[in-house]
Antibody, heavy 116, light 108 residues
């Protein structure tokens, strides 16, 4: 059974870089595409982008200038970096496996608060 | 970008009733590439339906998806207590992939 677990700091200062890692268990990261999605408190879902184990990426244009995703096949992990964060980036960040465009399964999510 | 509009915003129903949720796309979705998710408070979304009408593994058959082009529907034939949640549609026919704003199904 595939499981995903997000990890990283829960608090980031404005203008700094948000960094998160997703650890995949029960499946090889080389088998699929992998994605990050976020949800501001009390609001809807926003797709951030996806990465393939080869390093191929596709980012949401609304975040593209600030987003970098990477993959570490030796650790079965993939990561997200979001630069120059503001309070608008406060959200629960989810990682998920991509199946032909839909997301299944999802990690439990991690709340990242941007605050000084 | 394709905008998904979900209606109604809130649906108040009783257990055992039928729920009909709508998702309308701003342009036609190629190959009907639409998914539905269920989210309960404090939990991650769970995939219910992919490709507009295919139930995901382990999803009860009281959940069904239909539609094509720009108009899609999620139907819950008889609401169980665990079905009261927020439901999101998502399109993956065109990048960037986008979600609707959700329909909350609450207990009447």
């Amino acid at each position: 059974q595939v499981q995903l677990q997000e990890s990283g700091p829960g608090l980031v200062r404005p203008s700094e870089t948000l960094s998160l890692t997703c650890t995949v268990s029960g499946d090889s990261i080389s088998s699929y595409f992998w994605s990050w999605i976020r949800q501001p408190p009390g609001r809807g879902l926003q797709w951030i982008g996806y990465i393939h184990y080869t390093g191929s990426t596709n980012y949401n244009p609304s975040l593209k200038s600030r987003v970098t995703m990477s993959v570490d096949t030796s650790k079965n992990q993939f990561s997200l970096k979001l630069t120059s964060v503001t309070t608008a980036d406060t959200a629960v960040y989810y990682c998920a496996r991509v199946h032909g465009g839909w997301f299944d399964p999802w990690g439990q999510g991690t709340l990242v608060t941007v605050s000084s | 970008e394709i905008v998904l509009t979900q209606s109604p915003g809130t649906l108040s129903l009783s257990p055992g009733e039928r729920a009909t949720l709508s998702c309308r796309a701003s342009q036609s979705l190629s190959n009907n590439y639409l998914a539905w998710y269920q989210q309960t408070p404090g939990q991650a979304p769970r995939l219910l339906i992919q490709d507009a009408s295919s139930r995901a593994t382990g999803i009860p058959d009281r959940f069904s998806g239909s539609g094509s082009g720009t108009d899609f529907t999620l139907t819950i034939s008889r609401l169980e207590p665990e079905d009261f949640a927020v439901y999101y549609c998502q399109q993956y026919g065109s990048s960037p992939w986008t979600f609707g704003h959700g329909t909350k199904v609450d207990i009447k």
